[in-house]
């Protein structure tokens, strides 16, 4: 079984810490402090490591962040998330260069190559720069924003408002539909050629999981469910959401796909699965299909139903 990517929790958050300026202030220019950067989406990485500190190498990057946010602490160090996008493209439009040995990645191709610390500390630190770089205004009054409690808290500085805005978690729902040996797999227009995977959907205002499964269901399928059951979430930082994850079981309806939302969708047995699809994480070249990649939830949940 394939590990879920961004779901091992290897920080301290220490919370309390958050509160204590002064503290942190001397965690950030102590000598332990890590840092994980990013330039937009893209994560700074060094001998397939994400977490920098090398020398003085976390200090000077600390001096050109835009945007600082602790993590938490890593074996008693402190960890902190550094939004670089200030930092100039090259001429070319390419990301701006850093010291050698230095590369920019991208965190769903990278996050399976690095150690799972290094792995779930960046989605930790990609959804909270993501979010600090698109918060810097109040969405009550309009005023300018400041971070507060180590980046946790953004506060409005319009002294007649002063509102306190969190980090928002967009909880989607991804489910695994069987009806007895068939699995309901789809395909979205924007994904690559070839793969395939579960259903997937925002929870709305006012539903609860159980019903954003059976009515994410229905309206892209036409499939009625029930026995929906709870399997285990993922953080997906791209660029906020939670993924829960559930089985349901199919009961009726008629397989009819809403093409605004899926290019396709298909019931497929294990056998189908086992003889026509494709062991690659990706187009092989033999224009078998291919399911989603090792790492995510949709992948967990499929291979545990493969394996009956
Ligand atoms: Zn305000």
Redesign the pocket.
Known sequence: MSQLLFATTPLDRAAALRRDPVRLQSLRHGPDALVACFWHDLALLRDDRALLAHGNEAARLMELASHVVFLGLLENRPVFALDLGKMAAEADGSPPQWEAGAVWGELRAIGPTLPPEDSTILATGRALVNWHRTHTF?G????P?ESREGGHVRT?L?QS???SHYPRTDNAVIMLVADGDKVLLHRQPSWPTGMWSILAGFVEPGETFEHAVARETYEETGILVDDIRYVASQPWPFPASLMVGFTARATGGELVVDRHELEDARWFSRADIAAGFSDAHRADGSGRPYLARPGSIARMMLDQWLRG
């Open positions: 109040c009550r009054c309009g005023g924003t409005c319009d408002c002063g509102a």
